[in-house]
């Protein structure tokens, strides 16, 4: 049941107003066969619709504050990406043993490992949201490693122009992919395809790499990577094929970076000496850091009901440093099972599910899970 968004009353006329009962008739009730007038049972209502209003907001401050280890029984590999298709899969890639490793799951919490054509480690993955996964990583000898999947278990190979490293993939919801990855000597690898097969490259400022890129669902794509000598590399598109170079407040690698749907762009990355580099934006253009409470690498961010996870390396406190955020600007740490870096984490209407280094039994899969 949705929650309610409008006071709900027993009676509409101009006697029905909203009256506390007198004491008297707390204590005593009311008699047999009487009912209760309507501005008392209003008085009532209004109480319990202020405690729904406030149990919402307060469940809006812990959804991610508990993380829930999966055992998921599979081989102890690296994963560094994950994502959801905004319909009930789940799919998570990372380094190769006979394949690449992909898993897919249904809830975050039982995986099941997909097979995929060659023995190339993945770095990211992504879906359009209309039925289409792409995958992208480490370069094979012939180009950079893509593959596709109309449903996250059958994976085909896709060809580029070169043979680079991709470390980010993403889709603008409308038509259009962009991956970025390595310097290629002359700029950082950033190609473009309208249906994930056919991939064009495009040109940008500077011989950087970049990590990560995300869009705005609305106009704007941004791309982060590695510090330049000035400042971190961002660089913003309005269609994926002309990209801007925007000045941000630190020369320091950036690794993740997201879009809450509306008004806020947030981009995390490395240690800076004082804290993790977190930096935010309204428009991709301006960017401002905020502060978080520890000196620990951030690998990855996501957004989803109004709160901000960011996941990074293990910390000196014993497990993997987490932070979330309901604005992007206050950052409080969170506890979750094992000292094993978290490398990658994505969002659903219900969930946020983090990736990252193996243990000694399987891979490391945590969720947080909400509403």
Do not use: C
Not at 105 to 126: F, H, M, Y
Not at 281 to 301: A, F, K, M, R, Y
């Amino acid at each position: 049941m949705p929650k309610p968004t409008v006071l709900p009353e027993w009676a509409t006329d101009v006697l029905a107003e909203n009256t506390e009962p007198a004491l008297g008739i707390k204590q005593t009730g009311w008699e047999d066969g009487k009912s209760a007038p309507s501005f008392w049972m209003n008085w009532w209502m209004e109480n319990v619709f202020d405690w729904t209003v406030w149990l919402d907001g307060y469940t809006d401050r812990i959804i991610v504050s508990n993380w829930t280890e999966r055992l998921t029984n599979l081989n102890s590999e690296e994963l560094r990406g994950v994502a959801y298709d905004g319909s009930g899969l789940w799919v998570s890639v990372g380094t190769a043993t006979g394949d690449a490793y992909i898993i897919s799951s249904p809830d975050s919490a039982i995986w099941t490992e997909r097979t995929n054509p060659k023995a190339i480690s993945l770095l990211a993955v992504a879906h359009d949201q209309s039925g289409l996964w792409v995958a992208v990583g480490d370069k094979d000898g012939t180009d950079t490693y893509i593959v596709t999947s109309p449903d996250g278990s059958a994976w085909t190979e896709r060809t580029s122009a070169k043979d680079m490293d991709a470390h980010g993939v993403a889709h603008d919801g409308s038509g259009l992919w962009v991956v970025v990855g390595q310097g290629d000597g002359s700029d950082a690898w950033i190609i473009s395809s309208p249906d994930g097969i056919n991939w064009t490259e495009r040109s940008n400022p500077k011989n950087r790499r970049l990590n990560a890129n995300a869009h705005d669902g609305s106009g704007l794509w941004v791309a982060v990577g590695v510090a330049d000598g000035t400042d971190a590399y961002i660089v913003t598109s309005p269609d994926g094929t002309n990209w801007t170079e925007q000045a941000n407040p630190k020369n320091v690698d950036l690794n993740g970076v997201a879009f809450n749907g509306s008004d806020l762009w947030v981009a995390v990355g490395r240690a800076d000496g004082g804290d993790a580099y977190i930096i935010t934006s309204p428009d991709g253009i301006n960017w401002t850091e905020q502060s978080n409470p520890l000196n620990v690498d951030l690998n990855g961010v996501a957004f989803s009901d109004g709160s901000w996870v960011a996941v990074g390396d293990t910390s000196t406190d014993g497990d993997a440093y987490i932070v979330t955020s309901p604005n992007g600007i206050d950052w409080t740490e969170r506890t979750n099972p094992k000292a094993n870096d978290l490398l990658a984490v994505g969002s659903s209407p219900g969930s946020f599910t983090a990736v990252g280094v193996p243990d000694a039994d399987d891979v490391y899969v945590i969720t947080s899970l909400f509403r």
